[in-house]
Nanobody
Framework: QVQLVLSGGGSVQAGGSLTLSCVASDDTFSNYAMAWFRQGPGKEREFVAGISWSGTATYYGSVTLGRFIVSRDNARNTVSLQMNDLKPEDTANYYC??????????????????????WGKGTLVTVSS
């Protein structure tokens, strides 16, 4: 499985913005849809946003409420999540994931909600009121 390195987490006040980045180690990155998930304290994992392998299609979870933008740069093996108007309920560990099959739609990555693999620590986003 491709190795993913996350960055960009941190603490911000409500109403602020953060951008998360995820860099993949594998040059097959451009063949796979990518998605962001999050898990807040005491909460279930949530789907945040996904983007197709080409970057032409995106799919957002209801948690974003139109505040987040997902993008990718296949030349740099990077997927990003721009988060605006952050709210305390956005506090969570955020994870990026590569799809498990090539060339699927970003909505197909909803299936990873129940993925049992170890996703590591993710990157922590803390939003204070």
């Amino acid at each position: 499985q491709v190795q993913l390195v996350l960055s960009g987490g941190g603490s911000v006040q409500a109403g602020g913005s953060l951008t998360l980045s995820c860099v993949a180690s594998d040059d097959t990155f451009s063949n796979y849809a990518m998605a962001w998930f999050r898990q807040g304290p005491g909460k279930e994992r949530e789907f945040v946003a996904g983007i197709s392998w080409s970057g032409t299609a995106t799919y957002y979870g209801s948690v974003t409420l139109g505040r987040f933008i997902v993008s990718r740069d296949n030349a740099r093996n990077t997927v990003s999540l721009q988060m605006n108007d952050l709210k305390p309920e956005d506090t969570a560990n955020y994870y990026c994931q590569s799809d498990r099959e090539m060339f699927r739609s970003p909505s197909d990555m909803l299936q990873l909600i129940d993925d049992k693999e170890d996703w590591g620590k993710g990157t922590l986003v803390t939003v204070s009121s």
